[in-house]
């Protein structure tokens, strides 16, 4: 038997007030800081998905985005090699379609099936650009979902998948433009949405014979919450009991990784017996049904939907948006830039303290430190150390500093001195912070990412932040 063994999410701190974008505007969209994007999301909502798994365990890491940093770089390596999973494991991306991730989670399930992989991590993450005054951009909204298929400890089993294809122009964006592009309303969700959607969802039901009423949840993908609602009225569901709340006016449409982050809430409230139906759209429908087990009650506690969509701070400056995502200029001095290039021999040569943030720990005298040395701080002993890993260490603020010059986008920017628990100091930047509360002993946690960007290489490396939950 194939199916979901764990799950995790991630949503940014930030929240962009809709008022922010047009007066009348209700609620909210999560937005990704200046120092994020789809890899560096990912590998949080990885990390949410990890608590309580085995790290050697996994065989693969699948990745889904239409927003990944580079168009020629696999990105799965980096957040393989982020949250410190093994060498010899399958890394894939998957690219350029809304159901990116749904189709990741099929081959994840077809490999474990089939014996290639005893578990694979799918991974979706992505911060789409709408127009400035368009409607896509009070819409959408930035985040991060990752489901673990495997063959044991099973907390929802698949009991059948379905998928359709159909080529149509409805949303789209091409390689020179950084926003989406959608055709008129009423063509795309009648033509494309409704029709293709529910010939994926009856075609899963049939498959699994089926029929609405044995659903406890269905979780639909949609390019608004009026058509999800409509589908399900058609397809004999009742949408005010079995209809997964689309969390629109709080997170908005996470592009690729939406369908997986719902189907994430869903799972949050499922109890053992519940059937839960994933349908995703673009350019056909992917559908899947899970049957949740009584393995859920034993899943580690996590962050996932409710504790991300809990921690937040609103922004209600349109500029500070259009800052964070490059559309007006200023992004380029966020900090002082080293002299010279960026060396990909020193990249690849400090990867391991850099991208697995690893220390070191004495043989002699047990003392934990980052970043590596040759002679322990405390007993002076020479290359006597075992790697240690400190991405998942929490920490406290030993002492700090405020730089008001150096930051055109993050002023003040903060400067930390981290003690973390069970040895080890480092100094590094804090994100996601709120100035005021920031002080000597506040508890802290690691985060991974962007440092800066230089000759079309982002620098990756990780940074404190207050603890989220």
């Not at 980052?370 to 006597?384: A, G, L, M």
Request: with cysteine.
């Amino acid at each position: 038997m194939t199916g979901i063994t764990s799950f995790g999410a991630y949503i940014p701190f930030l929240r962009l007030s809709r008022r922010a974008i047009a007066d009348g505007l209700k609620g909210e969209k999560a937005l990704a800081n200046f120092d994020e994007d789809s890899i560096t999301m990912a590998v949080a909502a990885v990390i949410d998905c990890l608590r309580g798994v085995e790290r050697e365990s996994i065989d693969g890491v699948f990745f889904a985005s239409t927003t990944s940093p580079y168009n020629e770089k696999q990105a799965a390596t980096t957040i393989a090699m982020a949250t410190d999973l093994r060498r010899d494991i399958i890394t894939t991306d998957y690219a350029n379609s809304l159901r990116a991730g749904t189709g990741a989670l099929r081959s994840a399930a077809d490999a474990v099936a089939s014996g290639t992989a005893k578990q694979v991590m799918v991974t979706a993450a992505d911060m789409r650009l709408g127009e400035p005054g368009s409607l896509s951009e009070q819409g959408l909204g930035d985040g991060a979902a990752a489901i673990l298929m495997g063959k044991d400890n099973i907390i929802a089993t698949l009991e059948g998948a379905y998928s359709v294809c159909q080529e149509i122009m409805d949303t789209w964006r091409i390689n020179r433009s950084p926003y989406i592009r959608s055709w008129e309303a009423r063509f795309t969700g009648t033509e494309g949405y409704q029709k293709t959607m529910m010939e994926a969802v009856t075609g899963v039901l049939n498959k699994t014979g089926l029929n609405p009423n044995d659903i406890t949840k269905v979780v639909f993908s949609a390019p608004d919450p009026r058509e999800s609602a409509r589908l399900c009225g058609k397809l004999g569901f009742d949408p005010k009991s079995q209809l997964q709340d689309p969390l629109s006016n709080l997170i908005g449409n996470t592009g690729t990784a939406y369908a997986m982050m719902l189907l994430v809430a869903a799972l949050e409230e499922s109890k053992p017996g519940d059937s839960i139906l994933l349908a995703n759209y673009g350019n056909g429908a992917d559908a899947f049904v899970f049957k949740v087990t009584e393995k859920i009650r034993d899943i580690a506690p996590r962050g996932g939907m409710k504790n991300y969509m809990a921690s937040k701070q609103i922004i209600d400056d349109y500029r500070t948006y259009l800052y964070y995502r490059g559309i007006l200029p200023g992004m380029e001095s966020i900090y002082p830039m080293p002299y010279g290039t960026t060396s990909a021999p020193a990249l690849f040569r400090e990867m391991e303290k850099n991208l697995r943030f690893h220390g070191v720990k004495c043989n002699n005298c047990g003392t934990a430190q980052y970043p590596p040395q040759r002679i322990c701080v405390k007993c002076r002993s020479k290359d006597k150390f075992q790697p240690v890993r400190f991405s998942d260490k929490k920490g406290k603020v030993f002492t700090f500093s405020m730089d008001n010059v150096s930051s055109m986008i993050d002023s003040p920017a903060v400067i930390t001195v981290v003690d973390f628990d069970g040895g080890g100091r480092m100094e590094c930047y804090m994100t996601d912070r709120v100035v005021k509360e920031v002080k000597i002993g506040m508890g802290v946690e690691m985060t991974f990412r962007r440092l800066f960007e230089r000759e079309e290489i982002i620098n990756y490396f990780w940074k404190a932040m207050p603890v989220r939950f």
